[in-house]
Nanobody, 124 residues
Framework: QVQLVESGGGLVQAGGSLRLSCVASGRTSITSYMAWFRQAPGKEREFVTAVQWSASSTVYADSVKGRFTISRDKAKNTLYLQMNSLKPEDTALYYC?????????????????WGQGTQVTVSS
């Protein structure tokens, strides 16, 4: 089992920045993707970005390309999401997720472990 704990959410004005963190513990022999998803009220959970843990290759949703950056610190078992130029439409509960085996990195169904989420609110 892998436990994921997110932190770093908060309230920020449009155009501002936040950095989210996700610490993995337990059986953290992660060899596939870790990702960030988000879910706004009344909407489905959607893919934001993912990184291949061992190779560091990344993939981004079009809506965040050029504004968000995913990174990881393997020594600390920590995943990060740097969010710049935030917009009100980025407001959501942000989840960290990890795969048990390598699968397509952009779908909710591909991930086996989830954190509890951290709230990001962007005011206009």
């Amino acid at each position: 089992q892998v436990q994921l704990v997110e932190s770093g959410g908060g309230l920020v004005q449009a155009g501002g920045s936040l950095r989210l963190s996700c610490v993995a513990s337990g059986r953290t022999s992660i060899t596939s993707y870790m990702a960030w998803f988000r879910q706004a009220p009344g909407k489905e959970r959607e893919f934001v970005t993912a990184v291949q843990w061992s190779a560091s290759s990344t993939v981004y949703a079009d809506s965040v390309k050029g504004r968000f950056t995913i990174s990881r610190d393997k020594a600390k078992n920590t995943l990060y999401l740097q969010m710049n130029s935030l917009k009100p439409e980025d407001t959501a509960l942000y989840y960290c997720a990890a795969q048990r085996v390598p699968m397509v990195p952009t779908t909710v169904e591909s991930y086996d472990y989830w954190g509890q989420g951290t709230q990001v609110t962007v005011s206009s």
